[in-house]
Structures are given as C-alpha cells and as structure tokens.
C-alpha cells in the first residue's frame, strides 16, 4: 500500500474561533489540505451547526462534512481562563480564524493588537457581516442580510415576484473562500519576508464583489439590472427551457459559433444565418425570436432526445440535477466527487470529494466532524496543561 501522499498546507497551524459556516468552513477548506486546525467550541453544547438541518443520531449531517479534519476543543470563552488559553494557542498558531461580532475578541483580550503582539507572524482571518470598519460593523449579520446588500437578492427570482434566495448558505460560503485567499495570500507575503496580517471579510463584499457589472452599468447607464428569472439578460441564449416530458434544460448557446450549431441542430438554419444574430449584441435585441425558436424545439422532444442532439452539436447543455440525480452520475464519480464513510454508529454515508484537485498534493479526508471537545486535552497537552488542570477548567466552566 502507498504512502498518503503529501499535502500543501502540512505543518500550518490554524486555530478556529467562531460558529456556523462562514469562519469554519474556511477553516474546513484549510483542514482538508492538510492543516492542522483547533476548533475552539463552547462546552455548552458547541458548534450550532452540529444540530442543524437533518440529523443523524442526534449530530447534524453537515457537521459531519464541514468539520471533516478538525480537532474540537471545548473551552468558555467567557473566562478569563480559557480567554488565557487561546492567547498561548495563538502563539503557536499560524492562522486564526473567528467569525464574532467586531468588538467581541477585543472584549475578551483576543483581539487582533493583543495576539500579533504575541505572535508577530500571525495572520488573523475575521469574517462577520458588515466588516471590522464602518457605520454599520455593530450590526449584526447573517448570510441572508448579505446577499440583500450585496445586491444578490435583488436580481434573483421572476420579475413579477418577490426576491428569491439561493438554495445555499452561498454569502457564507463565498466569504469563506475570500477568507481562504486572503490567508493564502497573507502566507504567501510572510514567506517573502513580509509581517503577519489580519484580513478583514465582509459578508456583503464577498456578495458584491461577484457581481458582476451591476455597479458600473448603474454608474455609466443609470441602469438598475432587476430579475429576470432563469435567463441573464444580454447574454443570448442562455437559459431554462421546458421539454415535452415535463424535464428542463439549460442551454448555454451564446458563443457565436456555438449559437450557429445550436440554431442549425433544432432546424432553424434560417436563424443561423441571420446576419442579425451573427453577434451576442444583436442577439441580445432580438432575445424573444431565439428564445422563442428554442422552446419550441425543447418542448416538442423529451430531455433525453434534446439533450443527444445538442451534446451532438457540441451545444453546452444540460439538465436540472436534483442530490440523486449528482449521486448516481458517472462523471461526478470518476472524479471522487463522491467519498463514502462511516459514522460513529457504522453507517455508512457519502460525502462530497474534496476541491480543487491538486496533482501533487491533493486534499483527502483523514476524519469527519469530531465529537464535542474530543481532542481538548490532546491540545492543551501541547502548552504545557495537565490532566488535573483540564478537569478543573471543565469544573469551572
């Protein structure tokens, strides 16, 4: 049997202070590339996450998944004791992460002064909903509030309804990669010779800053993008379109070449040949003609008929894939998208595989979501506190 082979981030120390998802699970993108990373959890209870959504023995799927490699350690971050105690991590730590309201760690000794002060290289990730600056850092704020005023909400949904949300946690989750990179980034310029550093995450920038051109057509044009249901305004065509057998498609078919195989695939070589529609911008003016054109096609043939004659084509297409649909698909398992383990009772479960992939030091999974405080004394072991000294802390707390 093989060696595991090595992992970019072994030998980086990370230290997580903070719940649910945006602070932890960049902490989870780092654990799965190898870094070592301690989760500090309060003793009452832990992580939130842990009883979210759909459970299994009382333990939350999702926790099993996001916190996959993490060691938990359970510690009141009300006393001064423990508040003590992640100052001594933090020394030996390269990264921490937290997600508390601004304020919150300096209250308690652990702000960002008091720790690069003990830790000059350290390099201090802080995620919270508005950002560490500014009139409105006191608020509180989740994900939801986020992709309001980062300008997702607003764009999402049919026109002639109310703002729909994604089906994700996505303000979360995309502050949690900028998180990721501004670590990476940080660790980067440290190894050039540059000091540690904190990076300052906002729920609502890490929205805003995928939008797109929203602020610019608004500042150029006046122009406010609104909702346009399953199709992206300007790019055309490109959308949802219903087939004979009750399924949807999406076709992406706004490449000049590719709009010309699409349109010449489902019989309207006379569309093709448009010198109208040769370009996206004249297309764009003309959206209900080549929309119109598709639906007609989609809704005469079932998916599978639909789907073989664009793939034929070289169309980009595709169909609406429910958690079944992704769990039997063949490619999704060639590419280990799928990775079965077992919980603590022996069930077996599948999560999902690990991204990027990297060729040379790929991520793996070594464990799922620990129990509550599983590794505190294994920790705390490593600055110097006995057994007797975790007992009363537990005592205390």
């Not at 939801?144 to 946690?169: K, N, Q």
């Not at 609406?320 to 009772?345: K, Q």
Request: aromatic share 6%; proline share 7%.
């Amino acid at each position: 049997m093989s060696a595991p082979s090595p992992q970019a981030l072994q030998g980086i120390k990370v230290l997580e202070i903070g719940s649910l998802i945006a602070g932890p699970y960049a902490a989870s993108l780092l654990a799965q590339f190898g870094a070592e990373v301690i989760k500090i959890e309060s003793p009452d209870g832990g992580d939130p996450l842990r009883t979210w959504r759909k459970l299994h023995e009382g333990t939350s799927l999702w926790w099993y998944s996001q916190s996959r490699n993490k060691k938990s350690v359970t510690l009141d971050l009300k006393h001064p004791k423990a508040q003590a105690i992640v100052r001594d991590l933090a020394r030996q730590a390269d990264i921490v992460i937290e997600n508390f309201r601004p304020g919150t760690l300096e209250k308690w000794g652990n702000g960002w002064d008091a720790l690069s002060a003990l830790n000059p290289r350290l390099i201090m990730v802080r995620v919270s909903g508005y950002g560490q600056t500014g009139p409105y850092k006191d608020r509180p704020g989740f994900a939801a509030i986020a992709e309001s005023m980062g300008g997702l909400r607003h764009v999402t949904g049919y026109p002639d309804r109310p703002p729909v949300r994604a089906g994700v946690s996505i303000g979360d989750t995309l502050a949690s990669l900028y998180g990721v990179i501004g670590a990476l980034l940080a660790l980067h310029h440290l190894k050039a010779g540059g000091p540690g550093q904190f990076i300052d995450v906002a729920l609502y920038e890490a929205v805003f800053g995928v939008m797109e051109s929203l602020i610019p057509e608004y500042s150029a044009l006046g122009h406010v993008r609104e909702r346009s249901g399953s199709a992206l305004p300007g790019i055309v065509p490109s959308n949802t379109y219903p087939c004979r057998d009750g399924q949807y498609v999406i076709v992406a078919g706004n490449g000049d070449g590719i709009y010309k195989r699409l349109m010449t695939a489902i019989g309207r070589a006379d569309l093709a040949e448009d010198p109208r529609l040769a370009r996206n911008d004249g297309r764009a003016q003309h959206v209900e003609l080549i929309d119109g054109a598709i639906e007609a096609y989609t809704r005469a043939n079932d998916l599978a008929t639909v789907l073989a004659t664009l793939e034929a084509a070289s169309v980009p297409c595709g169909r609406v894939y429910t958690a079944a649909d992704i769990h039997a698909d063949p490619h999704v398992r060639a590419r280990g998208m799928i990775e079965p383990h077992t919980l603590p009772d022996g069930k077996r479960v599948d999560f999902p595989g690990i991204v990027p992939k990297l060729s040379a030091t790929p991520g793996r999974t070594e464990w799922l979501g620990p129990r509550l405080g599983e590794h505190t004394r294994e920790v705390l072991a490593s600055i110097g506190l006995s057994d007797a000294d975790c007992d009363a802390l537990a005592a205390e707390g």
